[in-house]
């Protein structure tokens, strides 16, 4: 299982950017997904998570209404639109998957929500 985040970097407040996360080594439209991120000094939070056939999303709090998560079975990528992004908003997001019960993670992408 692999998974391959993109699309991170430094935005301004009120900006928007686009994540993607691209899986292989599993089948991927057989499995539920997820976005955590994690800020310096924090514990690690689920942003949001979107069942396999992409019918049922859920969002944190923090970021509904801000955050869409979708996802491209035939691309094997799930994808996470950022509107409105703050400066809380800054840490490494990463995707989630468990596959026969083992956890496996992206490497991360850095969000910079800044000025």
């Known amino acids: 299982v692999q998974l391959v985040e993109s699309g991170g970097g430094l935005v301004q407040p009120g900006g928007s950017l686009r994540l993607s996360c691209a899986a292989s080594?599993?089948?991927?439209?057989?499995?539920?997904l997820m976005w955590y991120r994690q800020a310096p000094g924090k514990e690690r939070e689920m942003v949001a998570g979107i069942t396999a056939a992409g019918v049922f999303t859920n969002y944190a709090d923090s970021v509904k209404g801000r955050f869409t998560i979708s996802r491209d079975n035939d691309e094997n990528t799930v994808y996470l639109q950022m509107n409105s992004l703050k400066p809380e908003d800054t840490a490494v997001y990463s995707c989630?998957?468990?596959?026969?019960?083992?956890?496996?993670w992206g490497q991360g992408t850095q969000v910079t929500v800044s000025a």
């Open positions: 989630y998957v468990s596959v026969q019960r083992r956890d496996y």
């Open positions: 080594g599993f089948t991927f439209s057989s499995y539920g």
